[in-house]
T-cell receptor, first 112, second 112 residues
């Protein structure tokens, strides 16, 4: 298994509170991604990173920010969580932009 | 709009039987297509990749086909096992990994 660790794996929070999800990789891959997975939808890209401090928006980036200060860590922040952000969040990594994605185990977030 | 449609949404089969999952896409320009397997509570794992010039590719009991003219792919599972119970996700890539379009998946249950 690719060395990807997501934390926390489960979190319950209240509307309006900030939340940060962490993705840590030991593969030294250049590309890192955050996706969300919801029933009835395919995985949707939130943000991705193509290097340290290099990030870009995906298709559902509103309400989310990211940071990548080190190759191995990619943080996803919800500044003020809303119920619509209740979802399962997956981090993924790849060595190049067209190679296979390796996914983490997911972080289940519930916003009450 | 780029779309990936999978059918059926769900499927129940007896252990030892074969099954075929379908994927139709409207993504353009096409680069390649991957099938991922996602066990419950886990992240997706790549099963196979199909490039434009490939028609068939096998990975053990899994055989993927691609018809780039009709924009259809299928995943055939032979002699199913209980461990094949999972969601199978079709993903079409348009050239860079940031431009992936995910299907909503087919949930397969293999029973005794």
């Amino acid at each position: 298994d690719a060395g990807i660790t997501q934390s926390p794996r489960h979190k319950v929070t209240e509307t309006g509170t900030p939340v940060t999800l962490r993705c840590h990789q030991t593969e030294n891959h250049r590309y890192m991604y955050w996706y969300r997975q919801d029933p009835g939808h395919g995985l949707r890209l939130i943000h991705y990173s193509y290097g340290v401090k290099d990030t870009d928006k995906g298709e559902v980036s509103d309400g989310y920010s990211v940071s990548r200060s080190k190759t191995e860590d990619f943080l996803l922040t919800l500044e003020s969580a809303t119920s619509s952000q209740t979802s399962v969040y997956f981090c993924a990594i790849s060595s190049t932009s067209v190679e296979e994605l390796f996914f983490g185990e997911g972080s289940r977030l519930t916003v009450l | 709009k780029n779309q990936v449609e999978q059918s059926p949404q769900s499927l129940i089969i007896l252990e030892g039987k074969n099954c075929t999952l379908q994927c139709n896409y409207t993504v353009s320009p096409f680069s390649n297509l991957r099938w991922y397997k996602q066990d419950t509570g886990r992240g997706p794992v790549s099963l196979t990749i199909m490039t434009f010039s490939e028609n068939t590719k096998s990975n053990g009991r899994y055989t993927a086909t691609l018809d780039a003219d009709t924009k259809q792919s299928s995943l055939h599972i032979t002699a199913s096992q209980l461990s094949d119970s999972a969601s199978y996700i079709c993903v079409v890539i348009t050239g860079t990994a940031s431009k992936l379009t995910f299907g909503t998946g087919t949930r397969l249950q293999v029973t005794l």
